[in-house]
């Protein structure tokens, strides 16, 4: 029987290659609760670390137009990257 | 003069740029030792009991006032209380005042509580860390309000005292819709001595962290809105005159102290290019703050403000 295990990863900018400045883990398998705030340093340097480490890329923010007027607002993480790994559990 | 300990420039800069201030130890132990007395007792665990009912009836019998939203904050706390007591020190009323100006209204407050595994294995709930979050709504606004946390004992990692993200306060984004973002560069988690305040700027990305203690962790927080516009309410006498701009990209060294270099210094989480509207938005927050609309930093303004007209 196989479970998802993502890993979603903020980057610094739009390249797969860049620093990691955000990051978040939820396991499917069950063996480990991930939680906010649970730790300070970052899995993965870069998106492109976690692709070696066998992480598979299955969605990527795209990059939008800015709205007229709005050029200088900030709001949510932009670069967001969500990966997968499929772990066999025992049933 | 209102003869309170203000904000200096500096620190005030500092509280544009990160949306905090930490007064550690300030409040005396006889208050912090008032409120807990005030606060009194959570029942101890007991198997099948819902957390929610232990900590309901904590909040009902504390001897804490129902306040309602929108009175004078000088109000909201009878005489001789204990929050009466810690608003009225000098260091916490000159904080107040530097940051939301003279009699601000009281917004809301609440007694935070976690609680350690014990209450959650008894309840049968899981022990988790709250989500990151922003409070309220959606918040355009270039005035704030500001939150006091209030540890009146002391906190330790393990307790999972509130957990921040400085810098994040000039995002405009809608209270748990962050929530999915688990861990950012650059949090901070409060580790304190009993008394410690932590002045929040109401924009700033926070969340409780999970107890794993063997006690119950304590946090009163209290929101206020300023009622006249925030400028010019710290310590102006210590706001050096910026007779130019300083160089930029191309420096030979580190650059002085000063209310530029606290501005302009990115957090670790900052992305390349929003991270350059962060300090646009800083030096948008300090033209308010100064009451100077000509101010800039390191040249954001001023570029995007040449328009080359004839």
């Known amino acids: ?91 | 003069m209102t003869g309170l300990p203000l904000l200096s420039a500096h620190q005030m800069a500092s509280f544009a740029a990160r949306g905090f201030l930490r007064l550690d130890a300030v409040v005396p132990d006889d208050v912090n030792r008032q409120f807990l007395d005030e606060v009194g007792q959570v029942a101890a665990p007991e198997p099948g009991r819902k957390l929610r009912a232990a900590y309901g009836r904590m909040l009902a019998e504390a001897d804490i006032p129902e306040t309602p939203a929108g009175v004078p904050l000088a109000r909201a706390y009878a005489q001789g209380s204990a929050l009466a007591r810690m608003l009225e020190l000098p260091v916490v009323a000159g904080a107040i005042r530097s940051l939301v100006g003279d009699n601000p209204l009281f917004d809301h407050h609440f007694l935070h509580v976690t609680f350690p595994p014990a209450y959650h294995e008894a309840s049968g709930g899981e022990n988790v860390s709250q989500h990151t979050h922003q409070d309220s709504t959606i918040d355009p606004r270039r005035a704030f309000d500001v939150q006091i946390m209030y540890y009146p004992h002391a906190v330790t990692l393990e307790m999972g005292g509130t957990r921040f993200i400085p810098g994040t306060h000039l995002r405009k984004v809608s209270e748990a819709a962050l929530a999915r973002y688990q861990n950012i560069r650059g949090q901070q988690h409060m580790v304190c001595e009993a008394g410690t305040l932590l002045f929040l700027h109401s924009g700033v990305w926070h969340g409780g962290g999970v107890n794993r203690s063997d006690r119950t962790r304590t946090m009163f927080k209290i929101r206020m809105n300023p009622r006249e516009p925030q400028v010019r309410k710290f310590d102006v006498a210590t706001l050096e005159p910026q007779d130019r701009q300083r160089p930029i990209f191309y420096l030979k060294g580190p650059q002085p102290p000063s209310v530029e270099q606290i501005l302009m210094t990115p957090e670790p989480w900052f992305e390349d290019d929003t991270g350059r509207l962060e300090m646009v938005n800083r030096v948008k927050l300090w033209r308010y703050l100064t009451g100077d609309d000509s101010y800039d930093a390191d040249y954001w303004l001023t570029r995007l403000e040449n328009l080359a007209a004839a």
């Open chain 1, 1 to 91: 029987m196989r479970r998802q295990s993502v890993l979603v990863l903020y980057l610094s900018n739009s390249a797969l290659d860049s620093a990691v400045v955000g990051w978040s883990r939820y396991d499917g398998t069950g063996r480990e609760r991930h939680m906010a705030g649970d730790s300070e340093e970052p899995p993965y340097r870069t998106g492109l670390d976690a692709l070696k480490d066998g992480w598979r890329l299955f969605q990527a923010s795209q990059l939008n137009p800015h709205i007229p007027g709005a050029e200088f607002d900030v709001s949510y993480l932009k670069y967001e990257f969500w990966f997968e790994q499929l772990e066999e559990i025992v049933p």
